[in-house]
């Protein structure tokens, strides 16, 4: 199936109080497996958060960095997505190559959610860090976030998940304060509503076809859409800084024994590959710029896989 291109859509049921948000990734999902070759349990966990993770920054009332982690005991041991004001995706799976199909408790085992924020405040453009950890409490990846959502937000928020190889979508629906007050039964006549969308609706349907079949009777106002994008760059100040850190007596006894440093970036799936003149320039006193300059040259960044 051709995916169609990323892209959000919020929406609001007029007469009801009622929010909602509609996602759709193609190309970023693709772009973001690409190299990867995930399980189909893992992929599709992986997928369901890149929705979720996407429909919630798009949602945010300031501009910052989203990431959520879900880490356990089980076959997945990690999942992290993250996602800035931009909407630009990154994000991995930590698993077993044979993985077979089961529960959001069976694949990752006792675990915890991880939220972290990073607010961009109005003043001098700084950020404004903000993390919370709640338990994995579902047995579906929108179960937890349904859980996580009505916590943090005080909202009834409903979701709906979907993912394959090709596309990664989800559906989400908030009552805001004054719902039940305008409306006793809007909020659980929209939910009974949405409880038929099928997954293949999801992956397939563009926001206003899925809107019309779900909610032919409604009032609903859609707002232009927002595009999503993969962005993984390469990096290689950030891993000339983590060498810095590890020293030269370490950097310089790898290259001694082996040759060479490489170093694997797992949420981008880069490798990154240092020779001995590499290490040596990192570790030689110049102005800032010049090295910079010099080591991106000397270090090369080779496409890898991920376990």
């Known amino acids: 199936m051709h995916a169609q291109p990323s892209r959000v859509r919020s929406f609001l049921f007029e007469q009801l109080d009622i ?3 509609w996602v759709q990734l193609g190309s970023a999902w693709r772009e973001m497996t690409a190299g990867r070759d995930y399980p189909q349990p893992a992929l ?8 979720v993770t996407t429909l919630i920054t798009a949602n945010l009332k300031q501009t910052g960095r989203l990431t959520f982690q879900l880490r356990g005991a089980g076959e997945v041991s990690l999942l992290v997505m993250d996602c800035d004001e931009q909407l630009r995706l990154r994000g991995m799976a930590r698993t077993i190559p044979d993985l077979a ?19 961009t405040l109005d003043t001098a453009d700084m950020r404004q860090p903000y993390q919370s950890h709640v338990p994995l409490q579902g047995e579906t990846l929108a179960a937890v976030f349904e859980h996580y959502l009505a916590q943090s937000e005080q909202l009834p928020t409903r979701l709906w998940l979907a993912a394959s190889r090709e596309t990664a979508a989800g559906l989400l629906l908030q009552a805001l304060p004054g719902a039940a007050a305008r409306d006793a039964d809007g909020w659980n006549r929209m939910q009974i509503l949405a409880d ?3 997954a293949d609706e999801l992956l397939g349907l563009g926001a206003i076809k899925l809107i019309e079949r779900l909610f032919p009777e409604e009032d609903v106002r859609v707002f232009d859409p927002r595009p999503v994008s993969y962005h993984c760059p390469y990096d290689a100040a950030k891993i000339h800084s983590m060498l810095r850190g590890v ?51 000397k270090a090369s960044a080779v496409k890898g896989t991920s376990k």
């Open 101 to 119: 199909a089961g529960s959001v408790p069976a694949l990752l085992g006792d675990g915890a959610l991880t939220l972290t924020l990073d607010l």
């Open 19 to 21: 929010r909602g948000a």
């Open 44 to 51: 599709e966990l992986l997928g369901q958060l890149a929705a």
């Open 196 to 198: 038929t969308v099928q």
């Open 247 to 297: 020293g030269q007596a370490e950097c310089e006894a790898i290259i001694a024994e082996q040759g060479e440093i490489r170093v694997h970036d797992d949420i981008c799936n880069h490798e990154y590959v240092l020779d001995a003149a590499a290490v040596a320039a990192l570790f030689t006193p110049k102005d800032a710029a010049s090295l910079h300059a010099e080591a991106n040259g």
